[in-house]
């Protein structure tokens, strides 16, 4: 008697089978209700990453371009506050010059009419003046002549 002893890790059978065909379900089921759905996620959250890059993208330049636009015009503004400030300045000074020469005019004729009334004070003191010194001259004759003298 002799025993055989066959000892096989893996005998084929229709167990096999039932097992292969039991995973290729298996498979097949998870793979619609899981796989598919979460590779779909996966695609549209990539697309919209995608989209959320580019919108960020897009930003970033329309915010470089209103930028540029802004310090444009702020540059602008600034030339012309700066030809608005000269022509101020350039007025003002006019308007001081202005000023200033109806002054001097002004004090001209303040000097002019204060001449012309201290001359005619001056001649109206020396017309005085002379006729008190005549006065005083016959006076002081007739007191040194002790006579009267006739005028």
């Known amino acids: 008697m002799e025993i055989v002893s066959n000892i096989a890790l893996i005998s084929i059978n229709a167990t096999m089978f039932h097992q292969l065909i039991a995973f290729l379900v298996f498979l097949f089921i998870i793979n619609r209700i899981m796989f598919r759905p979460l590779r779909s996620v996966m695609g549209e959250r990539e697309s919209f990453m995608e989209k959320i890059r580019l919108d960020t993208?897009?930003?970033t330049k329309e915010f470089e371009k209103l930028t540029a636009t802004l310090k444009a015009k702020e540059?602008?503004?600034?030339?012309?506050?700066?030809?608005?400030?000269?022509?101020i300045e350039e007025?003002?000074?006019?308007?001081?010059?202005?000023i200033l020469e109806s002054a001097r005019q002004e004090i001209s004729s303040i000097k002019a009419k204060v001449e012309t009334e201290v001359n005619a004070q001056i001649a109206?003191?020396?017309k005085k003046l002379r006729q008190e010194a005549e006065t005083l001259a016959v006076n002081i004759?007739?007191?040194?002549?002790?006579?009267?003298?006739?005028?």
């Not at 540059?75 to 022509?87: F, G, H, I, L």
Request: glycine fraction near 10%; proline fraction near 0%.
């Open 57 to 59: 993208v897009d930003a």
């Open 75 to 87: 540059s602008a503004v600034r030339a012309e506050a700066q030809d608005v400030r000269c022509a």
């Open 91 to 98: 007025q003002g000074g006019r308007e001081a010059g202005e």
């Open 124 to 126: 109206q003191a020396r």
């Open 141 to 151: 004759m007739e007191k040194m002549l002790d006579r009267r003298l006739g005028s």
